[in-house]
């Protein structure tokens, strides 16, 4: 199993950027999709949730301002981020999980300029 991030830069603060999660090796469409990220100094935060069904979870720091979406045929995951802050700033992770087990992605860094 493969989780491809990327789509991370650095951006001044009000831009967007869009994350992309190419996922390989695993029943895609089956998975609950997430993005995590960790800024320096601080623990692995949940940022937003897709599950197989079509529901959506986002941490209370970023609802209105990311949207999680997915595409089960060409199996990748998105986070569209719009209206960064600096509190953005970290490492994104893409995250599946299935009965099979939980997998992560190697990280893509987001830069959030004030």
């Known amino acids: 199993v493969q989780l491809q991030a990327s789509g991370g830069g650095l951006v001044q603060a009000g831009e967007s950027l869009r994350l992309s999660c190419k996922a390989s090796?695993?029943?895609?469409?089956?998975?609950?999709m997430r993005w995590y990220r960790q800024a320096p100094g601080k623990e692995r935060e949940m940022v937003a949730s897709?599950?197989?069904?079509?529901?959506?979870r986002y941490a209370d720091s970023v609802k209105g301002r990311f949207t999680i979406s997915r595409d089960d045929a060409e199996k990748i995951v998105y986070l569209q981020m719009n209206t960064l802050k600096p509190e953005d700033t970290g490492i994104y992770y893409c995250?599946?999980?299935?009965?099979?087990?939980?997998?992560w992605g190697q990280g893509t860094q987001v830069t959030v300029s004030s």
């Open positions: 995250y599946a999980w299935s009965l099979g087990g939980e997998f």
């Open positions: 090796g695993l029943a895609f469409s089956l998975n609950v």
């Open positions: 897709a599950g197989a069904t079509p529901t959506t």
